[in-house]
């Protein structure tokens, strides 16, 4: 049981770690044969670089692609003073008002900029772009900056407009994140971004896998599991091992959440960290409580079942919630949320028709029972197995 899971926990890992997240760059192919002698796939945006040097010149041809919509814009941009987005001498290119794709120029020296086609601090010899198969290209060959070829560069891509000029894009996530530092000669690349981007994204997976994904598959197992008279007692075991591996894995996931909350001094998600604490606590008494849980004779025990119970469904919900607080804290690709919904749907699906089936069971067993118990005065004290085991549980 746990063995699939431990492998989608680690191609989850290795999907969203940072070296496997950026498609190669090197197939892509230019309008007009253009080609060019280095790439780099960005890190952020989907986006690539390519390049050529002309050292006798001083001067760099360059393609800068990011998937787009013809309702969208993207911008790249060198900045020869600073690293991020306000000094950056940036082109834009779109769709103009005659539905052609345009490309201008404008340097950015604030951070709501009116983009107008005005002149960078360097010189711009072409500009040029297209769009195709959802990707937009901007095409330009510019003077180098000193001649330096070690740069930084920043990169967007967003939908908002104003007049018809690009204007704004989102704060968060991968738009903020989405510049670097570069070396034209070697093609080696530093994300200037987020440090603790990866963390974060650790941070993510642990918690997911474990809070979202197994232990809601676990408390799947000991509800719909137990009916089966065969599965008696491997559903317990099934559980047991299904939750304690959750909660080694969700401990680790929290105590990355812990020292990203340490780190980020002055930013505190409270609902999110409040959560977060409060799952950890519950999920510990849910640990003690399976060691103190009391012989199913005991007559504790049915009050063991009910906090047992209502624990462990509180940690589910809230579990849940706290992963889409995070969800709108670290704003992963959109796919991410959506591959989650999904399979908290399908494991909602699973758990709908599993009680269905639970219930024509126990209440067909309680039925002959029923008759049984006539037939037989109640020989057995009216002591079943199904219906009664099932509501204990
Ligand atoms: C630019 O720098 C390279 C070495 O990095 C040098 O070979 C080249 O001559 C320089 N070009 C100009 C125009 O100064
Ligand atoms: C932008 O300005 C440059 C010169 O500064 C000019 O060559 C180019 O045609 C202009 N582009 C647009 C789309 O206005």
């Known amino acids: 049981m746990s063995a699939p899971f431990f492998l989608l926990f680690f191609s989850l890992l290795s999907a969203l770690h940072p070296s496997s997240q950026q498609q190669s760059c090197t197939a892509d192919t230019f309008s007009q044969n253009r080609v060019f002698t280095l790439c780099n796939s960005l890190p952020e945006l989907s986006a690539s670089l390519h390049w050529t040097y002309h050292p006798v010149s001083s001067t760099v041809d360059v393609a800068f692609r990011a998937p787009q919509s013809a309702d ?93 000029f690009p204007n704004g894009h989102r704060t968060s996530g991968p738009n903020v994140l989405s510049k670097a530092a570069l070396d034209l000669l070697s093609g080696q690349f530093t994300a200037t971004g987020d440090s603790t981007l990866h963390l974060k994204n650790r941070h993510g997976i642990l918690n997911v896998v474990s809070w979202g994904i197994l232990m809601p598959i676990g408390v799947i197992i000991s509800r719909y599991l137990r009916v089966f008279k065969s599965a008696d007692p491997a559903w317990f075991y099934l559980h047991a091992a299904c939750q304690s591996s959750a909660y080694i894995i969700g401990v680790a996931g929290w105590g990355v959440g812990l020292k990203l909350g340490s780190d980020s001094k002055g930013i505190t998600y409270h609902p999110h960290r409040n959560i977060g604490i409060a799952l950890f606590c519950l999920a ?48 992963p690709d959109s796919k991410w949320k959506h591959a ?54």
């Open 72 to 164: 969208g814009w993207v911008a790249w941009a060198l900045n020869p003073t600073g690293s991020g987005m306000i000094g950056a001498q940036a082109i834009f290119a779109f769709l103009d008002s005659t539905g052609a794709m345009t490309a201008i120029s404008y340097p950015l020296t604030n951070t709501s900029p009116t983009v107008r086609n005005t002149s960078l601090s360097y010189k711009v010899y072409s500009m040029a772009s297209d769009l195709s198969n959802g990707l937009m290209t901007i095409y330009a060959t510019i003077d180098l900056p000193n001649n330096n070829t070690k740069v930084n560069h920043v990169w967007q891509a967003s939908n908002l407009f104003t007049n018809g």
């Open 284 to 331: 510990t008494l849910q640990v003690f409580a399976l060691l103190l849980r009391p012989n199913k004779n005991n007559k504790y025990r049915v009050y063991w079942n009910v906090y047992h119970h209502a624990t462990g469904y509180s940690v589910i919900i809230l579990s849940v919630v706290n992963i889409f607080k995070g969800f709108d804290i670290l704003q």
């Open 340 to 393: 989650y919904i999904a399979i908290i749907s399908i494991l909602g699906g699973i758990a709908a028709i599993l009680e269905v089936i639970t219930w024509v069971i126990v209440v067909r067993r309680k039925k002959s029972e029923n008759s049984a118990d006539k037939f037989q005065h109640s020989a057995n004290g009216g002591n079943g197995y199904g219906g009664r085991q099932y509501q204990e549980a």
